[in-house]
């Protein structure tokens, strides 16, 4: 379960999250290799784009080229 981030807990609650839902790898082929939008990602991946959008931007802090994707942090609500 996804939590609202209002706080620096929830939302690292949040990243890990995202870790554990979504293949790193995966993620990274269907944006690098095929061009995938974040719609598109978020479709073949079969979860929610705010899910997707934290992932990328924890793979962004981590050094990762990718764009960044907008969140809602009240997505849950």
């Not at 929610?48 to 960044?68: F, M, T």
């Amino acid at each position: 379960m996804l939590y609202d981030m209002v706080t620096k807990p929830e939302y690292e609650a949040n990243i890990v999250a995202s870790e554990i839902l979504l293949d790193t790898d995966e993620l990274l082929e269907l944006v690098r290799d095929y061009g995938y939008t974040a719609e598109q990602t978020t479709r073949a991946m079969h979860t929610d784009i705010n899910l997707v959008a934290l992932k990328i931007s924890h793979l962004i802090q981590l050094g990762y080229d990718l764009r960044p994707i907008d969140h809602r942090s009240d997505f849950l609500k």
